[in-house]
């Protein structure tokens, strides 16, 4: 089975660099722009099924990619987004002056925070990973299915299906819309393509600046 990891599209609080988490943000322009992209860049791939985060930029995304395949979106509550907490709603500055510690082990050493009132790392890989583990379970091997989630629980997808721990977390990139694959069978869990934007490039959608 082929699962194609995808990041939703972005929305204004990406482009302002304010933490998300819960908050139920729906995508911009530039967003709902890069979930048209991406659906006509998976338009002509035979996708079986359609699971995303119940957030609105997530499931938004996940909307217009389903479109053209017929299918309905299945939410999945193991891929919403991290609980921030505290944090939730403040510019990184603002964070950053808050909680200049914290933000400080946040940069250095994420996997040993657990924002105020929130989740840690830890806490979201494993129901991550579990509802991962039940499609994987539910399909089967010769299909490809879609998955939209959000920045924090796509990394930590990733980082278990390579075997990394959650302290690797900066390691990798998840920008807005990108594309990633892994592969499942009964060897376990490969991965084929990381944070691809190629079906990005070339329009009116602007490149990342930072990993946010």
């Not at 699962?3 to 988490?21: C, D």
């Not at 925070?113 to 840690?120: A, I, K």
């Amino acid at each position: 089975m082929n699962i194609i990891l995808i990041r939703h599209g972005q929305t204004r609080w990406n482009k302002e660099e304010v933490f998300r988490g819960r908050a139920d943000i729906p995508l911009d322009k530039t967003g709902l722009a890069q979930a048209e992209a991406t659906a006509r860049a998976l338009a002509r791939v035979e996708i079986a099924a359609v699971y995303s985060s119940p957030l609105a930029r997530a499931h938004e995304t996940a909307r217009i990619i389903a479109g053209p395949h017929g299918l309905d979106v299945q939410l999945v509550d193991g891929f919403t987004d991290i609980d921030c907490g505290a944090w939730e709603g403040l510019p990184v500055q603002e964070a950053r002056s808050r909680y200049p510690r914290m933000f400080e082990a946040w940069q250095k050493a994420p996997h040993t925070v657990t924002f105020p009132g929130g989740e840690s790392l830890d806490i979201v890989s494993a129901r991550a990973w579990t509802a991962l583990e039940q499609i994987a379970a539910d399909r089967t091997n010769d299909e490809a299915v879609v998955v939209v989630s959000h920045r924090v629980v796509n990394k930590l997808i990733l980082l278990k299906a390579l075997g990394l721990a959650s302290s690797a977390f900066w390691k990798i990139r998840q920008d807005t819309c990108c594309l990633n694959i892994i592969e499942h069978g009964p060897g376990g869990y490969v991965l084929r393509l990381l944070n691809d934007r190629c079906h990005l490039v070339g329009g009116p959608i602007p490149g990342p600046t930072l990993d946010f």
